[in-house]
Nanobody, 123 residues
Framework: QVQLVESGGGLVQAGGSLRLSCAAS????????MAWFRQAPGKEREFVAA????????DYADSVKGRFTISRDNAKNTAYLQMNSLKPEDTAVYYC????????????????WGQGTQVTVSS
């Protein structure tokens, strides 16, 4: 089993920044992929970003490309999502997810999920 715990959410004004963290524990995969998804009220959960633990491969949704950066600290088994130039439409619950290997955007491809952290961007 893999346990994922997100932190770092909060309230920020438009144009501000936040950094989300996702700490992984339990069984970890040396080549695992970590991803971030988000779900706004009344909307479906959507892909935000994904990256391999090596950092060699990353993928971003068009809506966040150039503003968000996924990274990781392998020694701490922690992934991060640096979010800059935040917009009100970024308001959502953000979830981290993990899968053994291979960058994918589909929710059903990820078997491990955190509990989510709320990000609210005020205008």
């Amino acid at each position: 089993q893999v346990q994922l715990v997100e932190s770092g959410g909060g309230l920020v004004q438009a144009g501000g920044s936040l950094r989300l963290s996702c700490a992984a524990s339990g069984r970890t995969f040396s080549s695992s992929v970590m991803a971030w998804f988000r779900q706004a009220p009344g909307k479906e959960r959507e892909f935000v970003a994904a990256g391999t633990w090596s950092g060699e491969e990353t993928d971003y949704a068009d809506s966040v490309k150039g503003r968000f950066t996924i990274s990781r600290d392998n020694a701490k088994n922690t992934a991060y999502l640096q979010m800059n130039s935040l917009k009100p439409e970024d308001t959502a619950v953000y979830y981290c997810a993990a899968r053994p290997s291979g960058l994918r955007r589909e929710i059903q491809r990820y078997g491990y999920w955190g509990q989510g952290t709320q990000v609210t961007v005020s205008s």
